[in-house]
């Protein structure tokens, strides 16, 4: 697929750095646009949670659209519920990496 891929069509976006306790005021919807999953949350691969924590995600907002009329407030509850549930993932992913980073030696 790589070898037959237009070099030129390609775009790079970076990633950013959030710290744990900038999520507490991320803003994650935009209209009806909002972001789940990997993209809300960052889960390291040693915490071997990404699956359940996907599935969290996708019950929750099939939850929020299902009571709500308007996709704009569905949404919102579902951040609003997802938001210390991030928190918590990310602080772990956090202090899980940082300890794994660090040399004992």
């Keep these: 697929m790589t070898q037959n891929c237009d070099v030129d069509s390609l775009t790079f976006n970076g990633t950013q750095y959030r710290a744990p306790w900038e999520l507490l005021n ?6 009806t ?3 789940a999953g990997d993209a809300m949350h960052v889960m390291g691969p040693f915490l071997r949670q990404g699956r ?3 599935l969290e995600d996708a019950i929750v907002l099939a939850r929020c659209l299902a009571t709500q009329r308007r996709a704009e407030v569905a949404l919102d509850q579902y951040i609003g519920k997802r938001r210390m549930r991030l928190v918590q993932i990310s602080m772990k992913t956090y202090a899980v990496g940082t300890l794994l980073e660090t040399s004992w030696l």
Excluded at 26 to 31: D, E, L, Q, V
């Design 52 to 54: 359940s924590i996907a």
């Design 26 to 31: 991320a803003r994650f919807r935009k209209g």
């Design 33 to 35: 646009v909002t972001v």
